[in-house]
């Protein structure tokens, strides 16, 4: 499938986060979400908030959502400009130029969670992306160029507290669309896995 002819299709629903289509790009980690969230988010012209840059920390895993709420999902539902932070790993702290979020007709949040159930009823759109296990491994162990044992065990942690969420919170079942994140099918296409009834809600 094509990212434009999901951008258009997605263009023609109705906004159900105030006058914004809130697109939810979940998966567990490693498995391609902001790949894909960001070439969406290309034909789209719609920013990308990324949930990683709301935690404060590695416990923080499912706890930030309150953070979003107040300052990224709150001011967007009232059509108001959103801005926040981004947590600096590094440094263990929030820190740098705040974000700005400004009003848009589409606006995509990407990250573990990003499509739980408490905002699956202002969601335009609820994508789950998938990949095998140990792809999602390596990807992730290559993305924060880290391969100690710290960070090994920081990673099982992180990957298996994310397998008992999507469990409990029924993600991957109530996901709108589910994409494979392994295929390469070049920067203008996706390979869609599973269509949930019509797929964008209209």
Known sequence: MRYADLAQEISQTAPRLGNTRLIAVDGP??????????R???????????????????DDQFTFWERLERQVLGPIRRGETATYRRYQWHLGEFAGPPVRVDPAPAVLVEGVSAARR???????????VVAPSDLRWRRALARDGDDSVAFRAYLERWRAAEDRHFAEDDTRDAADLIVDGEATTGDDRF????????????
């Open 29 to 38: 980690s490693g498995a391609g979400k902001t790949t894909f969230a960001l």
């Open 40 to 58: 969406l988010a290309k034909q789209l012209d719609a920013p990308v908030v990324h949930t990683d840059d709301l935690l404060d920390g590695w």
């Open 191 to 202: 390979t869609l896995l599973r269509e949930r009834g019509d797929g964008v809600r209209s």
């Open 118 to 128: 408490e905002i699956r009823p202002e969601l335009s759109l609820s994508v789950f």
